[in-house]
């Protein structure tokens, strides 16, 4: 079965450094989307990508954050000035269809700022 | 925005039980998937049912979307099944899902 694979599997960075999160989306996957958990809590949305540009942001997704499809089949997130509260699970999730279809989550990268 | 409830919060059971997670939710939906999520932090997907009832394996789930609720039947559980289940749905307007907090399942041996 297809896999949206992540990496780093763990990242631990200190506070104000800038990282960047990997993703290699399903294949033929056209919608591609970041979610965070923070430890403890539910889900949260980030942003949703499509066409290389991004088709809805959520609250959280302020300047600090961005996404970037730098080739044809990575996805990234980088967070400019990592902050504490930063910390968190980080997934990457793509889907065929977008509205109406099925997600598949990659593993997840869990971030520690330190 | 929707919102998303999940019940039980918590359920702990005896390995060979069997359960009944619900997901209510407050408005249309045009996608709904279950997850579990494993003690490594990994989500799962379960099952992705708008609307039906799919059955795999000891897992099964029906959706009534009119009355706007899922639930996921797990039978004869095992240790292994133990972590935590969410319920994900995709609002009529947009592309996200948005999660509920969660049901954490504990099968004891």
């Known amino acids: 079965e297809p896999e949206v694979t992540q990496t780093p599997s763990h990242q631990v960075t200190q506070m104000g450094q800038e990282v960047i999160l990997r993703c290699v989306p399903i294949?033929?996957?056209?919608?591609f989307y970041w979610y965070r958990q923070i430890l403890g809590q539910k889900v949260e949305f980030l942003v949703s990508f499509y066409n290389n540009e991004i088709s809805e942001k959520s609250e959280i997704f302020d300047d600090q954050f961005s996404v970037e499809r730098p080739d044809g089949s990575n996805f990234t997130l980088k967070i400019r000035s990592t902050k504490l509260e930063d910390s968190a699970m980080y997934f990457c999730a793509s889907s065929e269809r977008g509205a109406g279809g099925g997600y598949t989550f990659g593993s997840g990268t869990r971030l520690t700022v330190v | 925005g929707i919102q998303v409830e999940q019940s039980p919060p918590d359920l702990i059971l005896q390995e060979g039980a069997n359960s009944t997670l619900r997901c209510n939710f407050s408005d249309s939906v045009n996608n709904l998937q279950w997850f579990h999520q494993n003690p490594w932090g990994q989500l799962i997907n379960l099952f992705y049912i708008p609307s039906g009832t799919k059955q795999n394996g000891r897992l099964s789930a029906t959706t009534v979307a009119t009355e706007r609720y899922s639930l996921l039947y797990i039978s004869s559980s095992q240790t292994t099944d133990s972590g935590v289940y969410f319920c994900?749905?995709?609002?009529?307007?947009?592309?996200?899902?948005?999660f509920g907090q969660g049901t954490t399942l504990q099968v004891k041996p």
């Open positions: 294949s033929n996957h056209l919608y």
């Open positions: 994900a749905v995709g609002p009529s307007n947009t592309g996200k899902l948005i």
